[in-house]
């Protein structure tokens, strides 16, 4: 059994490496963005002594007459549209509690779920009797943000035969901040194993289903041994994640399949290594640039 | 039991009064309640009481092997207990965060500081010292706990003695009280703290907080002085922002009131000390006054008078004539009479009142509690309003499954302060539809 | 202690240090990839380390929800090796409760809780190496962490401790000059607005010197601000880089 050692090493600063830009307007909190009263706030900013101060560090953003601050790195601000992988956290009376990484639980309504079968009526008592054979605490699911409740929780649906719940796969949790907002977020990868990029940070990594099953609504979940190769490939994509995440790259499937590319002359393992990490997310980024040049 | 909240009318009107300088007890922004300081029969037991907030306080000693890290140092330990008879807010038992923080502001003030000299608890070194302990026991809760709890630690503190004792060689004797007088402690300066609470962040201060008060208040500061003018400790609290110049005026201001206090427990220390020289009956038993009401005597409220002619002639004027009286009596049988008519039923109009709204209209009122003010207020419900707002329990017939969450608002209720003429109320009063609510005040 | 001297003639402390000199502080921001925010300050000897989890749903009693602010839950530790004796501390314990209400205090302050209603903020701070100024070490730390989180503040909070000694304010203490028993202010600022979020003074001062202590107080916390701003700006520069948007 090998045992890995290594010293403490000086962190390399990726500032260094890479060209920083200077177009961009760092605040951090207490700073004045703008003494101007014409401009309306946003998130991130607050009033005083008609002063316009900073609230948060990161960059300021300007749209017109709104002024905002985003911030690094902050918990998922859902909006309508988005998909989102969560976990039921609770089970109440007509609604299930979803934890999706965000300030206040979400909400997924009964109303809102498909009923196995695919039946389209009225919920019943009955149906609420067993809303914990469909759903229970600890169970993944993938959703789709309908609305946006007053206190900023959000209100969830799986409507759809693409949604539902989640049978055999990896869950890799990273910043919201890093999933960039896409067309689809259901993509099957070429290396032979798809993926759900939540805009909630949650993503989810499962072998690609053989065929279209029309099934009950996303509740019967396939559990049926998955074959070596399926599971190599799947692992594989958790460590380039996870490499990604930590150098802070934008996930987006054409950079998830960049860096599986550069990945492939390692093993599987040796891509915990930050080393290795740092080579491929290098690699990676030079194929991007490279490609959009 | 949780203490119940306080009523947000309750809040706005205290912040109101302290926006303009008054309090609910009529003392003035430095003012601080009475102090009244009385002796147990034992030495080292008080009782101190600050307005009605209440403080008993014991101290007793005893020969302990010293810390290992000081062996030349006696030890004192102070410890505070809230207990249920203060407050039903308390419970037994549980540590609650007003506690630790009472007993670490204590321990700052009193331990810290070094108002007792340790050295001189040493009988001998490394092996005995003294420990003194003080325990001070909340009786009664109206607010402003610390303040009163450090006044009795220190005058329990200056009115104990302890055991004389005397080393010949190896030999260490200790005297009981009877063998030789008891010895105090040497205390070299006397710590008191003064509360400071701040309102609306900060612009309003008070010193000597009431229970009322501190429930409302956004932040206190407490100020550890000696009449010496030396700060002892110093702990903001609650969620404010202070300015440096408030706290050096604060600071300022608890000078002059630890001068004060001081002085009141010299004279209350000499008092006793003068008492059971003369053998004189000393103990909570005499200084328990008999609350026996002989004479019920209300104190003269100050009244402003400047102007209630004028007052008084424009109210009269803007106020209508009073209504008939009905003076008859009315015999319906033997043994019962009635005199004038009541106000007809309104029990059968309850339901349509939901969404009525009542409003009291003091104007020109208060100002003159020495004047008997009649005043008439009515109100008319609209008859084209709609009353009924959809109610909670209907049933919708959609495909949500969440209950409809129906939010009511207040309904704008069109409220008429109208004069009230005699023939109009007979034709209105039969009116169907319309409701009419009077309401007198006599203040 | 006879034959330390805590202030030299010439005006050297024991470290070295003149009178209004702080200690070196080196702060490093986003050192836990789990947490929503961390960080990891040194201030010369004493090191501090924060975590902050949230904004989150209030996890155990739904009672403690308020329902137009979030919670704010701190918790000060320090561990069993950060002094120089080992010495184990339960969690309960009258010091550390004391440090974590007075942490809470002071972020309760800070933080724009208005914005997140029904919700917890937790703040975790460890003393890993306790060498005076633990308080202000935590508080520095907990700021740079909640700002890692990306919770907004109204403002910095930058804290600092001061003594004073043969009519000096002597500034940031050392484990030594705390033990000597000396007065000692504790003071969290906000720089920009020159409020104080806490304050916190223990042994005898007179009332005389109280304004020149301040005084210093507040210029040490204005100094401890310059450097964490540059910690912050330098952090937010290098993430904005990877991130290449």
């Known amino acids: ?293 | ?443 | 202690m006879a034959g330390l001297e805590l202030l030299s003639d010439q005006g050297y402390r024991l470290d070295g240090r003149k009178a209004v000199e702080l200690r070196k502080i080196q702060a490093r921001m986003g050192v836990f990839a789990q947490a929503d925010g961390s960080a990891y300050i040194e201030q010369g000897n004493t090191k501090a380390l924060a975590v902050v989890y949230g904004p989150h749903e209030i996890r155990g009693s739904r009672s403690k929800a308020l329902h137009d602010r979030a919670v704010v839950n701190c918790q000060y530790s320090m561990a069993t090796f950060s002094t120089g004796e080992r010495k184990r501390r339960p969690h309960g314990d009258r010091k550390s409760s004391e440090m974590t209400l007075h942490l809470k205090q002071t972020f309760e302050a800070a933080i724009l809780t208005q914005l997140y209603p029904r919700s917890q903020i937790d703040i975790y701070v460890q003393i890993l190496q306790a060498d005076g100024g633990n308080y202000c070490a935590c508080v520095n730390a907990a700021t740079l962490a909640i700002m890692d989180a990306g919770i907004p503040m109204r403002d910095y909070v930058c804290a600092c401790s001061t003594g004073f000694i043969e009519d000096t304010p002597l500034v940031d203490l050392c484990y030594v000059e705390e033990a000597a028993g000396g007065p000692q202010l504790a003071l969290a600022l906000l720089p920009k607005s020159e409020q104080i979020a806490l304050l916190e003074m223990n042994s005898r001062l007179h009332e005389d010197h109280l304004e020149k202590v301040l005084d210093a107080a507040s210029k040490a916390c204005r100094d401890v601000y310059a450097v964490l701003d540059r910690v912050v700006r330098d952090h937010v520069q290098e993430v904005c880089t990877l991130l290449g948007e």
């Open chain 2, 1 to 443: 039991m949780r203490e119940p909240p306080l009523s947000n009318c309750e809040k706005s009107f205290l912040l109101k009064a302290i926006r303009e300088g008054k309090r609910l007890d009529g003392r003035e922004t430095y003012d601080y309640r009475n102090i009244k300081i009385s002796f147990g029969t034992d030495y080292g037991c008080c009782i101190v009481e600050l307005g009605r907030t209440r403080v008993l306080g014991q101290v007793s000693c005893e020969l302990v092997p010293p810390k290992v890290n000081r062996p030349t140092e006696g030890i004192i330990f102070f410890n505070l207990e809230l207990s249920p008879m203060a407050s039903p807010a308390f419970e037994l038992g549980r540590q609650s965060e007003l506690l630790i923080k009472l007993n670490r502001l204590l321990e700052r003030c009193l331990r810290n500081s070094k108002c007792i000299d340790t050295e001189s608890l040493c009988v001998v070194a490394g092996e005995k010292v003294w420990q003194v302990r003080v325990d001070l026991h909340l009786l009664n809760h109206e607010g402003n706990i610390i303040d009163a709890a450090s006044i009795a630690a220190i005058v329990a503190l200056s009115h104990f003695r302890r055991h004389d004792v005397s080393i010949q060689g190896d030999e260490v004797t200790v005297y009981t009280p009877e063998e030789r007088e008891p010895v105090p402690l040497s205390i070299h300066h006397m710590p008191i703290c003064v509360s400071f609470a701040f309102f609306q962040q900060g612009t309003y201060l008070l010193v000597d907080p009431s229970d009322r008060e501190e429930r409302v208040l956004d932040g206190m500061l407490v100020i550890a002085m000696n009449k010496h003018r030396e700060i002892c400790t110093i702990q903001s609290s609650g969620g404010i922002m202070l300015l440096k110049e408030q706290v050096l005026r604060c600071s300022k201001i608890a000078g002059v009131k630890v001068t004060e206090i001081t002085e009141l427990i010299q004279k209350a220390l000499e008092n006793d000390k003068k008492i059971r020289k003369e053998g004189g009956k000393c103990g909570f038993v005499e200084s328990m006054p008999q609350q026996w009401i002989t004479a019920f005597k209300v104190e003269k409220a100050p009244v402003d008078v400047t102007d209630v002619e004028e007052k008084a002639e424009g109210i009269l004027s803007r106020a209508e004539p009073p209504a008939e009286a009905v003076s008859k009596p009315v015999l319906w049988a033997t043994g019962t009479a009635q005199i004038g008519e009541g106000l007809e039923s309104s029990w059968r109009d309850m339901e349509e009142e939901e969404g009525q709204v009542e409003d009291e209209d003091d104007e020109g009122a208060i100002d003159d509690p020495t004047l008997a003010v009649t005043q008439n207020i009515e109100m008319e419900d609209i008859s084209g309003k709609e009353e009924k707002k959809s109610d909670v329990d209907v049933v919708v017939l959609s495909d949500s499954e969440e209950e409809e969450v129906i939010i009511l608002e207040p309904e704008e209720s069109r409220i008429h302060t109208r004069s009230k003429h005699p023939a109009d109320s007979s034709a209105t009063k039969t009116t169907a539809g319309k409701k009419k609510r009077k309401k007198k005040f006599a203040l």
């Open chain 1, 1 to 293: 059994m090998a045992v890995e050692v290594r010293l403490p090493a000086a962190r390399k600063r990726g500032s260094e490496v890479l060209l920083p830009e200077t177009n961009r307007h760092l605040v951090a909190p207490g700073d004045t963005i703008t003494t101007d009263t014409g401009f309306m706030r946003g998130h991130g900013t607050y009033m005083e002594d008609e002063k316009l101060l900073a609230s948060v560090a990161g960059t300021v953003e300007r749209v017109n007459k709104l002024i905002c601050v985003r911030a690094l790195k902050t918990r998922y601000n859902g909006e309508v549209g988005d998909i989102v992988v969560g976990r039921i956290t609770e089970v109440q009376q007509r609604r299930w509690k979803v934890e999706t990484n965000s300030r206040l639980d979400s909400v997924l309504l009964l109303s809102s779920v498909n009923l196995p079968g695919g039946e389209l009526r009225r919920r019943s008592v009955e149906d609420e009797l067993a809303m914990r054979d469909y759903l229970q605490e600890g169970d993944l699911i993938s959703a789709e943000v309908q609305a946006v409740f007053s206190d900023g929780a959000l209100s969830l649906h799986t409507r759809s035969l693409k949604y539902g719940k989640l049978g055999q796969g990896v869950l890799v949790q990273v910043s919201p901040s890093l999933v960039k907002r896409r067309k689809t977020h259901f993509h099957n990868l070429p290396c032979g194993a798809s993926i759900i990029l939540g805009n909630n940070g949650f993503i989810w990594i499962f072998p690609t289903p053989e065929q279209r099953e029309e099934e009950a609504g996303g509740f019967i979940m396939n559990l049926e041994p998955v074959s070596l190769p399926d599971r190599e490939v799947i692992s594989r994509l958790r460590n380039c994640l996870l490499a990604l995440s930590t150098h802070k790259m934008m996930l987006y499937d054409t950079s998830i399949l960049y860096c599986y590319e550069a990945s492939l002359p390692h093993q599987i393992k040796d891509l915990l290594k930050s080393e290795v990490m740092e080579e491929i997310v290098m690699e990676t980024r030079q194929r991007l640039v490279e490609q959009e040049g």
